[in-house]
T-cell receptor, first 112, second 112 residues
Framework: EADIYQTPRYLVIGTGKKITLECSQT?????MYWYQQDPGMELHLIHY???????EKGDLSSESTVSRIRTEHFPLTLESARPSHTSQYLC???????????FGPGTRLLVL | QKEVEQNSGPLSVPEGAIASLNCTYSDRGSQSFFWYRQYSGKSPELIMFIYSNGDKEDGRFTAQLNKASQYVSLLIRDSQPSDSATYLCAVSNGDSWGKLQFGAGTQVVVTP
């Protein structure tokens, strides 16, 4: 089982602010993912990475960006937050050929 | 048509009874199938996965896969109030990215 951490857990911020959601895992997993989930709705993949310096956009269009400079770290950045970005953001990781994804606790974002 | 479909529920189950959850998927090339449990306000946690047609049992949980009919189900035996949660079905097409397609989930409510 992966140890995967997300900070902050909750964030309330004003429109136009730049924010970075942190995600770290300690298991050395090569693949990492960011999902967006609204209440009662399915998870939507917004970014993924299969290793250092590799990132791809997911199935749901997002105005966020990600980076993968270190294996254990996969931050997500919103350059200018808007109320439409209000959601829960979930980070996950998986190892090698294993497809099981392990999730962090999530960040609940509210943009006013 | 969504790629992974589940009845949203809520599915009301008396304590001690069997809860039966269904999931259908559209991609015939799907290889791996996962069930996650998500408590309200929390992140998904893996219950079990199944790759081959047939049944797979893990404690009170049984996953059933029928690739010809493109469905996967989850049975929860001896349902407990602590089983009250939303159950997410996830499907992988087996590509090297390890991406999963998630259903919107079925809410289960176990009544004492």
């Amino acid at each position: 089982e992966a140890d995967i951490y997300q900070t902050p857990r909750y964030l309330v911020i004003g429109t136009g602010k730049k924010i970075t959601l942190e995600c770290s895992q300690t298991m050395g997993h090569d693949k990492m993912y960011w999902y967006q989930q609204d209440p009662g709705m399915e998870l939507h993949l917004i970014h993924y990475s299969y290793g250092v310096n590799s990132t791809e956009k997911g199935d749901l269009s997002s105005e966020s960006t990600v980076s993968r400079i270190r294996t254990e770290h996969f931050p997500l950045t919103l350059e200018s937050a808007r109320p439409s970005h209000t959601s829960q953001y979930l980070c996950a990781s998986s190892e090698g050929t294993e497809e099981t994804q392990y999730f962090g606790p999530g960040t609940r974002l509210l943009v006013l | 048509q969504k790629e992974v479909e589940q009845n949203s529920g809520p599915l009301s189950v008396p304590e001690g009874a069997i809860a039966s959850l269904n999931c259908t998927y559209s991609d015939r090339g799907s290889q791996s199938f996962f069930w996650y449990r998500q408590y309200s306000g929390k992140s998904p946690e893996l219950i079990m996965f199944i790759y081959s047609n047939g049944d797979k049992e893990d404690g009170r949980f049984t996953a059933q896969l029928n690739k010809a009919s493109q469905y996967v189900s989850l049975l929860i035996r001896d349902s407990q109030p602590s089983d009250s949660a939303t159950y997410l079905c996830a499907v992988s097409n087996g590509d090297s990215w390890g991406k999963l397609q998630f259903g919107a989930g079925t809410q289960v409510v176990v009544t004492p």
